[in-house]
């Protein structure tokens, strides 16, 4: 079963604010990962990290993989409104470094 | 990143049927495929572990006679959900992981929606 805790479920933000969301963990993980789905499609891979520490950007969207190795979290700055949709955070727990454990998922609507 | 598609992305069949749902990676070639299951406003959650040329690795809980799953060639998996009923319908997900280059990691399928009447 999942062993990740993500929050928030949900929120509701104002255009153009910074937001931020984040994934704990009772077990190591080796790799974080960060997924966005939209409605009826399959999960979109945002951000990977891989190391204890690593704080990596890909455009608007900043994670950082937790030093304990427990944790991660993804900041959105100025939001848009294609910023809308369901965001996963998942972990590949060792030794089996194929197999991803989800999140619950936070979803974020944008106030226009 | 890498292409994964599904066929079909959306079907309907009648309680007693089965369906069958093919998994394909695109551009690169796929040693292992995961076969993941979603509910409305839930999370996805692994079913089976798909390895080229071996026997799928279910997860606990899920049956292995009831979604069969075979992974025939390094780009296609397909999962069969057999004899379904109205519970088995779902959002089922799959995902290939790439070995090479760009094309390393997991990557995931647009989905297909299974509704059993």
């Known amino acids: 079963g999942q062993q990740l805790n993500q929050s928030p479920q949900s929120m509701f933000i104002q255009e153009g604010e910074d937001v931020s969301m984040n994934c704990t963990s009772s077990s190591i993980f080796n790799t974080w990962l960060w997924y966005k789905q939209e409605p009826g499609e399959g999960p979109v891979l945002l951000i990977a990290l891989y190391k204890a520490g690593e704080l990596t950007s890909n455009g608007r969207l900043t994670a950082q993989f937790g030093i304990t190795r427990k944790d991660s979290f993804l900041n959105i700055s100025a939001s848009i409104p294609s910023d809308v949709g369901i965001y996963f955070c998942?972990?590949?727990?060792?030794?089996?470094?194929?197999?991803?454990?989800f999140g619950a998922g936070t979803t974020v609507t944008v106030r226009a | 990143g890498a292409v994964v598609s599904q066929h079909p992305s959306r079907v309907i069949c009648k309680s007693g049927t089965s369906v069958k749902i093919e998994c394909r990676s695109l551009d690169f070639q796929a040693t292992t495929m995961f076969w993941y299951r979603q509910f409305p406003k839930q999370s996805l959650m692994l079913m089976a572990t798909?390895?080229?040329?071996?026997?799928?690795?279910?997860e606990q809980g899920v049956e292995k006679d009831k979604f069969l799953i075979n992974h025939a060639s390094l780009t296609l998996s397909t999962l069969t959900v057999t004899s379904a009923h109205p519970e088995d319908s779902s959002f089922y997900i799959c995902?290939?992981?790439?070995?090479?280059?760009?094309?390393?990691?997991?990557?995931f399928g647009p989905g297909t929606r299974l509704t059993v009447l």
């Open positions: 998942a972990g590949r727990i060792p030794p089996n470094d194929y197999k991803l454990s």
């Open positions: 995902s290939a992981r790439g070995e090479t280059g760009l094309k390393s990691g997991q990557f």
């Open positions: 798909s390895n080229e040329g071996s026997k799928a690795t279910y």
